[in-house]
């Protein structure tokens, strides 16, 4: 193994009681290497401990240096052969330092000095100033993860679980939920396919209990990848005090840089009489355990389509009542409405281009007074599932006390470096109101952490795929033939039936769909956009294509 140019020690102050005294929390130590274990070491708290000389400590790649090693003469790694050896006591004192192979350093100032070169600390006062991420949603793992793999010190807040609204309550329990929906059509048309099963029945209770099994092992996933990487997980509410400074409980904590991901929550209408009932959001519906006779959904988007998959496909009576004159608003109009249509032959009762105007309780459940153009009317479901959107999550954790610029809409304005009006901060994922999805906010991340490297990146949202994991699905990436009639663009459009690919016609007997795709005058693709299984894996290489695509005119 080779040497590596330069090593971080990241360190905590000598004084320990200090820091506490004044509210700030204690940093803990990083030592971030490579190395190996020596002969007759044991693991003792994520250390290795050398059993023949008490005062040597050997640490392996990447893990955090505990308490433990303060107080011992010297700490010694490995590396390649060659041992590097710091006096413990200068290594609780310094903040951050650039350990040369063979080098025993033994003066504070020189530690200091050192370190101040690599801009990781004040070498006046030794006072450590990390990079921070406060991050509450799915991309707050990821950006945290990305700073720790370059060697950053991070901390990462989070108030409930690692992962976000997609991993907890989003688009993973949902897809669970309708990977068992689907299986569970696919086995009662199972005839189609010359094979005959004579009984077909699910058990709701412990499709929700998979859901949540599969969402806890994602959490563990992403808690381990997270303390591979060196990043501190503080659980509890972040409040931004100002760009330098954020608290959490009692303990404050200082940055030199700021990740903001907080993430979205569900919009509720205020319609009239909606305190008088008891109406379901995606969380509720995630979790329910009883299926209802009946359902009305208030929103058809994608978040409702997909819940009304799921619970037709079980059984459910659904209707979907939509603001719109069509729905999935976003995606291609005509290839939703083939989606309806589809959802319509199995029943779902679709009301578009209608608005609601009160809730009221109903004989034991609920009652959705309507308007549209042929008048007024209402629909009684037992249960109603609120889905008309999310907004971003602005409030409560002290975003006001940076004074950021915003756009007209009320998000916040952000550079193609995803940093906003205040140096030192980075905005990503739903606060930006660029792309509410999971994956764009983790790309945009990933350009926040670059722009702390200073690393070359840009952000683009040329390419931003999207799915609706409807039974069929629905997938699209680009601009629609809707948006490129508003923009004005010249364009072409390329109809093919699903039947062109030899997988659809094995895997979908008797049914079709449909692939658009739009060219521009300069031949590159503007958009394309798929209806039926497997429009999610087909949207990615199309995806691909569609970014390079633009790249390679771009370069040209």
Same mark, same amino acid.
């Given at each position: ?34 190395? /190996?274990?020596? *002969?007759?070491?044991? /693991?003792?708290?994520?250390?290795? !401990? ?12 990447? &893990? ?46 020189? $530690?200091l000095d050192e370190a101040a070169v690599l801009g990781r600390v004040d070498a006046q006062s030794g006072q450590r100033n ?7 949603? !799915? ?23 690692? =992962? ?51 969402? /806890? ?15 501190? $997980? ?14 959490? =409980?009692?303990d404050s904590y200082e940055c030199e840089n700021l990740i903001i991901c907080t993430g979205s929550e569900t919009f509720i ?32 988007? !994608?978040? =409702? ?32 409405? &083939? ?46 599932l609120m889905s008309v959107g999310r907004r971003p999550v602005t409030k409560g954790f002290g975003l006001e006390n940076l =004074? ?45 952490? *670059? ?33 490129? &009639? ?16 030899? /997988? ?53």
């Amino acid at each position: 193994m080779g040497l590596p140019d330069f090593l971080f020690l990241l360190s905590q102050q000598k004084d320990r009681s200090a820091g506490n005294q004044h509210g700030t929390k204690p940093q803990h130590d990083r030592l971030i290497i490579p190395g /190996r274990r020596r *002969h007759g070491g044991r /693991r003792v708290g994520g250390l290795v !401990v050398c059993l023949d000389r008490h005062i040597a400590h050997i640490i392996e790649p990447g &893990l955090a240096v505990e308490e433990a090693i303060v107080g011992s003469q010297s700490v010694v790694a490995l590396l390649g052969g060659h041992a590097v050896t710091v006096a413990a006591g200068d290594v609780a004192e310094a903040a951050a330092v650039h350990i040369v192979a063979g080098q025993r350093i033994q003066n504070r100032q020189a $530690v200091l000095d050192e370190a101040a070169v690599l801009g990781r600390v004040d070498a006046q006062s030794g006072q450590r100033n990390d990079d921070l991420s406060a991050g509450l949603a !799915v991309l707050g793992a990821p950006a945290a993860e990305a700073a720790g793999k370059a060697g950053l010190s991070v901390l990462l807040f989070e108030k409930q679980n690692l =992962g976000g609204v997609c991993l907890n309550e989003g688009c993973i329990p949902t897809k669970t939920l309708l990977y068992s929906a689907k299986t569970y059509d696919g086995v009662r048309h199972a005839s189609k396919y010359a094979v005959n099963v004579p009984e077909v029945s699910f058990d709701l209770a412990k499709i929700i209990a998979r859901k949540s099994k599969v969402v /806890r092992k994602l959490v563990l996933g992403v808690k381990g990848k997270l303390a591979s990487n060196n990043v501190t $997980v503080v659980n509890g509410e972040a409040y931004i005090i100002d760009k330098n400074t954020v608290r959490c =409980g009692e303990d404050s904590y200082e940055c030199e840089n700021l990740i903001i991901c907080t993430g979205s929550e569900t919009f509720i209408p205020p319609f009239a009489g909606i305190d008088t009932v008891d109406y379901w959001t995606h969380r509720d519906a995630l979790d329910n355990k009883e299926l209802p006779a009946s359902l009305a959904i208030v929103g058809g988007g !994608v978040i =409702g389509m997909e819940f009304a998959s799921f619970f037709s496909s079980l059984g459910v009576q659904v209707t979907v009542v939509e603001m719109l004159d069509e729905i999935l608003n976003g995606m291609d109009k005509e290839l939703s409405a &083939l989606l309806r249509a589809e959802y319509a032959k199995r029943g779902v009762k679709f009301l578009l281009s209608t608005k609601v105007t009160s809730l009221s309780p109903n004989d034991g459940g609920v009652a959705v007074a309507y308007e549209n153009a042929e008048g007024t009317g209402s629909v009684v479901a037992e249960k109603i599932l609120m889905s008309v959107g999310r907004r971003p999550v602005t409030k409560g954790f002290g975003l006001e006390n940076l =004074g950021l610029v915003l756009t007209e809409r009320g998000n916040v304005a952000v550079n193609n470096k995803m940093q906003a009006s205040v140096p030192g901060v980075y905005v990503c994922g739903d606060l930006t109101g660029f792309s509410l999805l999971a994956h764009t906010a983790v790309r945009e991340a990933e350009v926040a952490v *670059h722009a702390i490297l200073d690393k070359e990146d840009t952000m683009s949202y040329r390419a931003i795929p999207g799915v609706v994991y409807t039974n069929p699905e629905i997938a699209g990436v680009g601009q629609t033939e809707e948006s490129l &009639l508003a923009k004005g663009i010249p364009f072409h459009v390329i109809k093919l039936p699903m039947a062109y690919s030899g /997988r659809f016609v094995a895997e979908n007997e008797g049914v079709n769909g449909m692939c658009k795709v739009f060219i521009g005058e300069d031949k590159t693709i503007l958009g394309a956009h798929v209806l039926g299984n497997p429009a999610s894996e087909i949207i990615t290489p199309v995806s691909y294509t569609h970014l390079r695509a633009h790249e390679t005119r771009s370069n040209l």
